[in-house]
T-cell receptor, first 106, second 113 residues
Framework: KNEVEQSPQNLTAQEGEFITINCSYSVGISALHWLQQHPGGGIVSLFMLSSGKKKHGRLIATINIQEKHSSLHITASHPRDSAVYICAVTSDKLIFGTGTRLQVFP | EAQVTQNPRYLITVTGKKLTVTCSQNMNHEYMSWYRQDPGLGLRQIYYSMNVEVTDKGDVPEGYKVSRKEKRNFPLILESPSPNQTSLYFC????????????FGPGTRLLVL
């Protein structure tokens, strides 16, 4: 069993929809990261959080330390949000989930 | 501009021909690491470095070497590449191992024939 599990693996949405991607982990962590990887391959850090909630534009990330669970929400989704979203946790090292592929259609 | 650079971006080579992928960061970060990304397996850590002259193995170190002689540079060396090392490679850095945003390089796509 992977130490970091993401769901769903694939997600399609219509432009404007509210999107949620989930991440569960089974190890003790000092931080959780949400990363975005566009089709070109580059990886960008969206959020790093250790408690509560963070918001950046249309993106919201939450974490529940007791339940070992985090969610990434995208409000008013847009085709340019199409990417792979990767959850990673900082334990004794950085451990990655396998990613959620999101496609947003106009 | 804060960034991590990698070179080359694309490389086709043959089995056994030594190669080096360079990685450099301009943020004075102590922690640097190398990952490979393969379909269905996600990102896996190859090697990491907590600071100058301090390196350690990650999850998949076989067939790779690294060095950290200067804080800004962390090259990845494949002494004798094999086809199973065909992959997309990323270098990353952060202020400390367990603190700070991760900054990733643009990736190096390697094909070993």
């Amino acid at each position: 069993k992977n130490e970091v599990e993401q769901s769903p693996q694939n997600l399609t949405a219509q432009e404007g929809e509210f999107i949620t991607i989930n991440c569960s982990y089974s190890v003790g962590i000092s931080a959780l990261h949400w990363l975005q990887q566009h089709p070109g391959g580059g990886i960008v850090s969206l959020f790093m959080l250790s408690s509560g909630k963070k918001k950046h534009g249309r993106l919201i990330a939450t974490i529940n330390i007791q339940e070992k669970h985090s969610s990434l929400h995208i409000t008013a989704s847009h085709p340019r949000d199409s990417a792979v979203y990767i959850c990673a946790v900082t334990s004794d090292k950085l451990i990655f989930g396998t990613g959620t592929r999101l496609q947003v259609f106009p | 501009e804060a960034q991590v650079t990698q070179n080359p971006r694309y490389l086709i080579t043959v089995t056994g021909k030594k190669l080096t992928v360079t990685c450099s960061q301009n943020m004075n970060h102590e922690y640097m690491s190398w990952y490979r990304q393969d379909p269905g397996l996600g990102l896996r850590q190859i090697y990491y470095s907590m600071n100058v002259e301090v390196t350690d193995k990650g999850d998949v170190p076989e067939g790779y070497k690294v060095s950290r002689k200067e804080k800004r540079n962390f090259p990845l060396i494949l002494e004798s590449p094999s086809p199973n090392q065909t992959s997309l490679y990323f270098c990353a850095s952060s202020l400390l191992a367990d603190k700070g945003t991760q900054y990733f390089g643009p990736g190096t796509r390697l094909l070993v024939l």
